[in-house]
């Protein structure tokens, strides 16, 4: 401030008018981070046959005192219900998409004509995020197309919404950790080979337009891979994975940062491998998280108690004030959205795939969650 001051009192012009530069782009950052909401979201996925309505879904996370939802698509009728709800809203723009709005403006003018402008204002919607895990499939021709095709797709989402005039709607993609080459010890972190071409260009847009990197990320995972091994993933125990803050601690050896939970050791991963490419001060957000309550008698770890654990203690980590951050990010916020609102039956794979939710069909607690992190819920 002091410079600010004698800035203002110099009879120079330029110097003065750098000075008031320098000040406005100062307090539109710190208004911008300041601005950034620290509420839980919801996962709200719908690939089930026994699932209750939405307009019933919207009463349930209003009842949960969910602050945000990802959609998986930009559904017209939950989007009408959210309307005039004190909800933040992150949509989707499909996979199969990608290409052609990154090739032609008009396509892109049209999906936001369609699923945002047909519902915004009075729907907070405040992410488009286009495609989802696109970098977890590059294995062919029209695979690896969609992912370079990306960040096109993204600038031309984000030249509509700009030529509309709206500023508080974020354009970002989440991404799985299946990107990452090594993620332990965190200050290791980088990204695959064949994945940096295309995370450098996704980077520069993202710090560009101050979004977020969006993560999914999954410690139950690492747990299970842990037990494959035969234990060999070190330091990692069911404790530090379920976010136990008393139970270990880790040093980073090169850093020198102490870790208190596996979740934390995994974003800084990414903070580590994005500063790597050159880009140190992108916002993270924490696009899908959870425990499974259930699975294969093989998959251990999955079940109520350890889900309870999990997510509570989530959301006591990312609903504090002040924010907790990471040891890489201390005190910063990570908007966080839980995975997921419903078990989805009709989903493939292992038992755990079909038991993420939150909520019974019948709109029951699968087990006991405060959203709001305020009060420890009851047993």
Do not use: C
């Amino acid at each position: 401030m002091t410079f600010a001051f004698a800035s203002f009192r110099m009879q120079n012009h330029k110097l003065t008018k750098m000075a008031l530069v320098f000040l406005s782009f100062f307090f539109l950052v710190a208004s911008s981070r300041a601005a950034i909401s620290n509420r839980i979201g919801i996962n709200y996925g719908r690939l089930g046959n026994n699932l209750p309505s939405p307009a019933k879904s919207i009463e349930l996370l209003e009842s949960m005192n969910a602050g945000r939802v990802k959609l998986y698509d930009a559904d017209h009728e939950i989007l009408h219900l959210l309307s005039g709800k004190d909800i933040e809203v992150a949509i989707t723009v499909a996979n199969d998409e990608i290409s052609a709005i990154a090739a032609n403006q008009h396509l892109a003018d049209q999906w936001v004509y369609e699923h945002v402008l047909a519902h915004y204002p009075n729907t907070k919607i405040r992410f488009i995020l286009v495609g989802n895990e696109v970098f977890s499939s590059t294995n062919n021709v029209q695979d690896m197309q969609i992912a370079r095709d990306l960040v096109p797709a993204m600038r031309r989402i984000k030249n509509t919404i700009k030529a509309q005039g709206i500023r508080n709607i974020k354009v970002g993609t989440p991404l799985a950790m299946d990107m990452m080459e090594t993620t332990f010890p965190p200050s290791n972190g980088s990204f695959k080979p064949d994945i940096r071409e295309l995370m450098i260009p996704l980077l520069k847009y993202l710090n560009g337009t101050r979004s977020f990197v969006l993560v999914d990320v999954y410690p139950y995972f690492r747990v299970v891979r842990q037990v494959a091994r035969n234990n060999s993933d070190t330091g990692i125990d069911l404790g530090f994975a379920l976010l136990r803050t008393s139970n270990m601690t880790y040093t980073d050896p090169q850093s020198g940062l102490v870790y208190t939970d596996l979740l934390d050791q995994m974003l800084d991963s990414v903070v580590y491998a994005m500063a790597k490419l050159g880009y140190d001060d992108i916002m993270l957000a924490l696009a899908e998280t959870g425990w499974p309550h259930d699975g294969d008698v093989d998959e251990i770890g999955a079940n109520r108690e350890n889900a309870a654990e999990y997510n509570n203690n989530l959301i006591k980590k990312m609903a504090a004030v002040p924010s907790n951050g990471t040891p890489a990010r201390p005190g910063q916020i990570v908007p966080t959205f839980i995975f997921s609102m419903y078990d989805e039956n009709q989903k493939y794979g292992p038992a755990t795939e079909r038991h993420w939710g939150l909520m019974n069909p019948d709109g029951s607690a699968v087990y006991a969650v405060n959203i709001t992190g305020k009060v420890n819920p009851s047993d």
